[in-house]
């Protein structure tokens, strides 16, 4: 199957100022990434803060332009699309809903502004629009004329997500959709972008540090450190069998419910490698009990695994016989 959104090894550099009259450094916040994500699909993108996740999402929204690599909305380069005609066909729902909506427009108005910015169809049928959206997403139309401020929190998510489908786009970038949301909240939300995905055949992009979500939601995982893509892999086999160090202690930092057994220790160290200077070799190698000598000075390439692939000396055969 062709793939609906794709990035070809993309690449995004800021230059950072690194202190008073000394020269800016490059930061490479997105080295070389490559997904695909297929119709109707859930791809969840994991990884710490600072690893490019959102620096990756900004860029599949054209709010960003990729200093090298391309990226494919239906095979059509994002850099041929003008801004609207990306917005209409890729939508965001971001992580916090009390600052992603204006809170001096009435709910209706929030969630009609697409079509009007859009130009989409006839404007004496928005409202009904409106309240039919709300009404998928589980808003009484009572609140129609209300303001973000007269809603609750998961309310106000509602209405964010009724505003990024009230166009019907191809795919959704789903920025932490439930972090900022009270935890009996955001099951509900949850179930509700599953309903929504399964009914509209939407094709979402789920970026998470809650490993339990992605777990939920997700069909594959793509498990992101320094900009790179380390692990790919559907979520059962990522879940049940990880390969890469790092996928490895990122499970292993998930709290459980069990008596007793405390905070889990990741064995990660408290610090995070310095993304202006990052490490020689395998950028996870100081954080890796398992490093070779190798990893200290060659870069690891990817390795085909049975649902994707993993960036790690451990599975390179050919290097491993070569030292």
């Known amino acids: 199957m062709n793939p609906l959104l794709e990035t070809a090894n993309v690449f995004r550099t800021f230059q950072i100022g690194t202190g008073f009259l000394k020269p800016k ?20 993108l994991v990884g710490e803060s ?18 090298s690599g391309d990226i494919l909305i239906g ?15 890729v939508q965001p729902i971001f ?15 929030i969630i009609q502004l697409p079509l009007k910015v859009h130009r989409v169809g006839d404007p004496s049928a928005w409202p009904g629009k409106v309240r039919e959206m709300m009404d998928m997403v589980g808003l009484p139309s009572r609140y129609v ?14 209405v964010a997500i009724a505003r990024a489908l009230i166009m019907r786009p191809e795919v959704v970038i789903c920025d932490e959709p439930t972090s900022a949301l009270d935890v009996s ?3 509900q939300i949850l179930n509700l972008l599953l309903d ?6 939407l094709t979402y992009l789920l970026i998470s540090h809650n490993l339990a979500v992605v777990e939920h939601m997700a069909h594959r995982v793509a498990v992101m450190y320094l900009g790179r893509i380390v692990e790919e892999a559907e979520t059962d086999q990522l879940f049940r069998d990880p390969q890469h160090p790092y996928t490895r202690a990122l499970l292993a930092s998930v709290l459980t419910p069990e008596p007793g057994l405390g905070v889990p220790d990741a064995h990660l160290g408290a610090t995070f490698p310095n993304p202006i200077d990052p ?32 960036e790690c000396h451990l599975y390179d055969t050919e290097l491993r016989r070569a030292s």
């Open 196 to 201: 929504l995905q399964r009914e509209l055949g």
């Open 279 to 310: 490490p020689p070799g395998c950028t996870f190698h100081p954080r890796c009990p398992q490093a070779m000598p190798a990893c200290r000075t060659i870069a690891p390439k990817p390795l085909a695994t049975a649902t994707g692939h993993v």
């Open 25 to 44: 450094r490059p930061l490479h916040a997105v080295n070389g990434v490559s997904l695909r994500l297929t119709k109707g699909e859930v791809l969840g």
């Open 185 to 187: 909240v955001q099951s």
């Open 145 to 158: 004329g209300n303001f973000p401020s007269q809603l609750s929190g998961g309310q106000r998510q509602r």
């Open 95 to 109: 992580q916090d809903p009390y600052s992603s909506l204006n809170p001096r427009k009435s709910i209706g108005e």
């Open 50 to 67: 600072g690893c490019g996740k959102s620096t990756l999402a900004r860029m599949l929204l054209g709010l960003l332009p990729p200093s």
């Open 75 to 89: 095979g059509e380069s994002i850099t041929a699309l003008d801004r609207r005609a990306t917005a209409r066909r």
